[in-house]
């Protein structure tokens, strides 16, 4: 997980909105089955996507505040940001070739 960036409340604003680079936050919980199941496909995006994009993760239960904030229903949600604004949500399980198409789009 080397590549995987946590995101917070206290590093949200510098590290999602105020990138220069679009990011992709996979909101997720522990407790989660198909989170869990997610988790190999965000590190290996993290990985490709190094220096082009940024990767990481936001735990719901740590983070209500910041599900709240993108009305996040259910998990796994997965957003796109670039410039600070959401260009694109995945709520489920989706497979890394849809989040990567979404990623180059972004690019």
Do not use: H
């Not at 680079?21 to 996979?26: C, H, I, K």
């Not at 719901?60 to 998990?75: E, P, T």
């Amino acid at each position: 997980m080397a590549n995987v960036m946590e995101f917070n409340l206290a590093n949200f604003e510098t590290e999602v909105n105020g990138s220069d680079m679009p990011v992709l936050v996979d909101f997720w919980a522990p407790w989660c089955g198909p989170c869990k199941m997610l988790g190999p496909t965000i590190e290996q995006l993290a990985s490709e996507y190094a220096g082009k994009a940024k990767v990481g993760k936001i735990n719901v239960d740590d983070n209500q505040d910041l599900a709240a904030r993108f009305g996040i229903r259910g998990i796994p949600t997965v957003m796109l940001f670039k410039g600070g604004k959401s260009i694109g949500s995945f709520v489920g399980l989706k497979s890394k070739e849809e989040l990567a198409k979404a990623l180059d789009g972004a690019l």
